[in-house]
T-cell receptor, first 114, second 113 residues
């Protein structure tokens, strides 16, 4: 059963802590993405990766870091430098190529800073 | 700068009515326009998409209308049902680049029974 999994579903963080959100896909997609969703703000791109061991900053990368050591995995670390990390985080993947393709989204992780 | 403007932010319709969500863009290089549907607590999923070489695309009760000269496109949901209650995002993508869509801010649709 192919798809994207994100864990945990809910995450609570104390101020000053780094936390890592997991994203795994078994769709054999080359490209993976992290978005942040806030009410009324739509989906804002944090980081994306189109190939293993390579990734690019999106529109709101400050305070976040990623790695892409495996094709299937694209974890996101929310660092203590992120001033307002409480949000819903979505991971997505897609085929890479020379034409627009559908993005497949995971179920999301809701991060709350206490 | 918001490249894709979506309206309204929220929409309430009665069961059986027509829901209309509008999007406008500035960048004429956009050439692929998908719509995503998101239910509460879930990730978005592709609903329907259109390219600018056609003015309309219909899939069941969902229709995209595209006006290239006005740089606008809209989603029409005919015979709206309570199960259509969700957040809808329009998006736009440029071919030849990274193909990462630029999303509108979303419309929260509530369909009353």
């Amino acid at each position: 059963d192919g798809g994207i999994t994100q864990s945990p579903k809910y995450l609570f963080r104390k101020e000053g802590q780094n936390v890592t959100l997991s994203c795994e896909q078994n769709l054999n997609h080359d490209a993976m993405y992290w978005y942040r969703q806030d009410p009324g703000q739509g989906l804002r791109l944090i980081y994306y990766s189109q190939i293993v061991n390579d990734f690019q900053k999106g529109d709101i990368a400050e305070g976040y870091s990623v790695s892409r050591e495996k094709k299937e995995s694209f974890p996101l670390t929310v660092t203590s430098a992120q001033k307002n990390p409480t949000a819903f985080y979505l991971c997505a993947s897609s085929l890479a190529g020379d034409r627009p393709v559908e993005q497949f989204f995971g179920p999301g992780t809701r991060l709350t800073v206490l | 700068q918001q490249q894709v403007k979506q309206s309204p932010q929220s929409l309430i319709v009665q069961k059986g009515g027509i829901s209309i969500i509008n999007c406008a863009y500035e960048n004429t290089a956009f050439d692929y326009f998908p719509w995503y549907q998101q239910f509460p607590g879930k990730g978005p999923a592709l609903l329907i998409a259109i390219r600018p070489d056609v003015s309309e695309k219909k899939e069941g009760r969902f229709t995209i209308s595209f006006n290239k000269s006005a740089k606008q496109f809209s989603l029409h949901i005919m015979d709206s049902q309570p199960g259509d209650s969700a957040t809808y995002f329009c998006a736009a993508t440029i071919s030849g680049g990274s193909y990462i869509p630029t999303f509108g801010r979303g419309t929260s649709l509530i369909v009353h029974p």
